[in-house]
């Protein structure tokens, strides 16, 4: 089974057969220009959003450092596409080093919250991988979790963003009538329009997670310190 592509997704898709040459998916190519449609302003609400696309841009012009780099800050701010692109750059080997046991831990992570695309190039990952990289796979899974799970970075990036909208009008029961906002780039907007707006990319950044359980399912390697760390982070 080969690592896919996911169009739905709004991952760069990094997998082109073996090329160099990220797509953008639907959603950046008809609505998300540079910095993927997010200006500096709207950075503060989003971060996890605006460096991942700001890594996208990066990985086309060839910037692999700095596209890594910034998928990693969009990652601590519980940006699953930064982390399924990671996971993808690193088993392939495209823009830095094949290291597939670390490709294989961030494509678990991305595929915390159960997305179908996600969890099927998890799948195709683990059973490209020996024994060997399993069991490095989930060292590194435990340890980028600490940091980069939802457990860890979800809540933080979901209050950032609840402080930072709350900010608009200073209140937190809502737009107190009519408001305008300005911003330096784009001028002045409706506030209620504005604060919407931002709604719809929050919902890109923190998705839609599973309901009626707390877990993460069979994505979590059920293993312990003492663990010879040979677990499958997903079931066979």
């Known amino acids: 089974m080969r690592l896919r592509a996911t169009p739905s997704s709004l991952a760069c898709a990094l997998w082109i057969s073996g090329v160099l040459n990220p797509l953008a998916s639907v959603a950046q ?68 080093a094949v290291d597939r046991p670390r490709g294989i831990a961030w494509l678990a992570l991305a595929a915390e919250r159960k997305d179908d695309a996600f969890e099927t190039s998890l799948a195709a990952a683990w059973d490209e991988a020996s024994p060997e990289e399993h069991r490095r796979a989930n060292e590194i899974f435990r340890d980028l979790s600490k940091q980069y799970s939802d457990a860890a970075a979800l809540s933080r990036a979901q209050n950032h963003f609840r402080s930072e909208v709350d900010q608009i009008t200073g209140s937190r029961v809502g737009m107190p009538g009519h408001v305008n906002v300005w911003t330096r780039t784009r001028g002045s907007l409706d506030g209620a329009s504005y604060k919407a707006d931002l709604e719809q990319l929050a919902e890109r950044n923190f998705g839609k997670l599973p309901t009626g359980t707390v877990d993460v399912g069979p994505l979590t390697p059920l293993i312990d310190d003492r663990s010879t760390g040979s677990e499958p982070i997903i079931p066979r």
């Open 29 to 96: 190519m008809s609505s998300l220009a540079t910095g993927g449609g997010l200006h500096e302003e709207e950075a503060r609400f989003l971060p996890g959003l605006y460096y991942f696309h700001k890594g996208c841009e990066y990985y086309q012009r060839r910037e692999f450092d700095s596209a890594m780099q910034s998928w990693e800050i969009a990652a601590g701010w519980a940006m699953k596409d930064a982390q399924y692109d990671l996971g993808i750059a690193y088993f392939r080997g495209q823009g830095v």
